[in-house]
């Protein structure tokens, strides 16, 4: 037998059931994102190598170990799968100038690749909606896009997601506080872990963010940054906290939360539930105002955050939210020639009304298209025989009995179906 391919490990194929409610889930994402004046913005999933690299930064778990890279056969290019979306967001930005005349408030919605352990929660292949804003330097955006994630869990009927915020100030100031670091760590060394070792020069926040318990303590008593923040700094994290309890939105300040990609300054922050294990971070993001001009561009502020996905419909199933989207209207059952043709114009001008119509092909009886009607889940059966088709008409069957309403099936002429149908559906609305 010829051996079966399987899908690559870590990436999943959503199935009709789930796709269905996949689509409930972006039609909701889409509105509440409209609902903030943010606009669409459609990016490639492949990017040259060297924008994540600069934009996410050499010394990051995705770019050390992460990244989906290989070289285009064709013409040598560096290529890489984009493992996120603000850099490849910030580049569309800078190569189109898309701040020459106004700030912008963007989305994009789509996969994401990283080589990481499957795991519930985490895939190699995982779906974003990303949320960025550029041009916007005050507090007040960093506290819009935050209270939009409350809004959003709201609307999604989704509780038990907290928010944990912190500052990692400008750059100078974590100049300084990384060179404490770097001279705390070394009087430490011999505490260090592999990783941490190797990061100690290169990138010793990040030691910060390990999860290795034999290290907490010692992260414990590290140099914090907020000794370091001026006054600047801290006027824009008291902005940021004052809008949120304004708000009357609690939250946790959580002094480790580094965020594990560089390009991040002064807001940061996490939605995290406890109801998914060990990846319980269902939207992360914060303020990047250095990230334009890092990617070439004129200098501008940013802020944006991202939610995975599937963690959401995860946590949106577990709730109990409603799985399967609405069947189609009608199941068009027909047999013989000239009934199947008839059926066909029957169809598309069903189709015109707005109705759904799902057409029986392959043929069969009557009797086994029946159950594929009554199966399908449609509310009715237009069926169409010889005898129909010489009559010009149709027969009209619901398949839903609707209240005590008797359940009839009526011969009706074909140019009042589509009538019938829709006053039917109204009826059944009203009721
Ligand atoms: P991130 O924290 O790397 O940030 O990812 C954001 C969210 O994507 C995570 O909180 C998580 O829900 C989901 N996610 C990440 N990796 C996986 C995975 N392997 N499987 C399933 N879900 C995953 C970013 O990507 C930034 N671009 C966010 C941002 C936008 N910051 C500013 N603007």
């Given amino acids: 037998m010829t051996p079966k391919i399987q899908s690559v490990r870590g990436m999943n194929d959503i199935l009709p059931d789930e796709a269905e409610f996949w689509d409930m889930f972006e039609e909701t994402i889409r509105s509440w994102l409209k609902s903030y004046g943010y606009r669409p913005i459609r990016l490639p999933i492949v990017e040259p190598t ?21 070289v285009d056969s064709l013409n040598g290019e ?24 106004q700030p912008q ?19 190699r292949q995982f779906h974003q909606v990303g949320v960025e804003a550029f041009g916007f330097s005050g507090p007040d955006i960093d506290a819009e896009q935050i209270l ?13 997601i907290s928010l944990q915020l912190n ?10 506080h990384r060179a404490e670091l770097i001279a705390y760590f070394e009087q430490h060394r011999e505490l260090l872990d592999e990783d941490g070792r190797r990061r100690l020069y290169s990138n010793p926040l990040r030691i910060l963010d390990t999860k290795n318990p034999d290290l907490q303590q010692l992260i414990a008593a590290a140099p914090r940054l907020t000794d370091h923040l001026g006054a600047e700094s801290l006027a824009h994290f008291e902005g940021v906290q004052q809008a949120l309890r304004d708000a009357g939105q609690t939250f946790t300040i959580n002094p480790r939360l580094v965020r594990g990609l560089d390009y991040y300054n002064l807001t940061v922050f ?43 419909i995860t946590l949106i199933r577990e709730a109990g939210g409603e ?27 069903l189709r015109d009304r707005g109705i759904d119509v799902l057409f029986h092909c392959g043929g069969g009886s009557f009797k086994t298209q029946m159950k594929k009607a009554d199966a399908s889940g449609a509310s009715f059966a237009v069926i169409i025989g010889d005898d129909e088709a010489d009559a010009g008409e149709v027969t ?24 019938e149908i829709m006053n039917s559906i109204l009826d059944r609305d009203d009721s």
């Fill in 323 to 349: 799985t399967r989207a609405a069947a189609v209207d009608v199941y068009l059952v027909h047999q013989g020639t000239n009934a199947s043709r008839l059926a066909a114009r029957v169809a598309e001008g």
């Fill in 396 to 419: 009209l069957k619901p398949l839903r009995t609707t209240g005590d309403r008797p359940n009839q099936q009526k011969r009706v002429g074909v140019d009042v179906v589509a009538d």
């Fill in 105 to 123: 408030r963007l989305y994009y919605l789509g996969q994401m690749f990283r080589h990481e352990r499957p795991q519930k929660g985490r895939y």
């Fill in 270 to 312: 996490e939605w995290v539930t406890d109801r998914l294990g060990a990846q319980g971070t269902v939207c992360a993001g914060g303020r990047y105002d250095g990230l334009l001009q890092q990617l070439g561009g004129r200098a501008a502020p940013a802020c944006g955050f991202a939610m995975g996905v599937e963690r959401l």
């Fill in 50 to 70: 060297p924008l994540f690299k600069r934009a996410i930064g050499e010394v990051t778990d995705i770019v050390e170990k992460e990244m989906y890279s290989f």
């Fill in 78 to 101: 560096a290529l890489t799968l984009r493992p996120e979306g603000t850099a490849g967001c910030v580049r569309a930005v800078i190569q189109h100038s898309l701040l020459a005349q």
């Fill in 167 to 176: 500052t990692l100030g400008q750059p100078a100031e974590r100049a300084q």
């Fill in 148 to 160: 939009m994630g409350a809004r959003l869990w709201d609307d999604l009927g989704l509780d038990g």
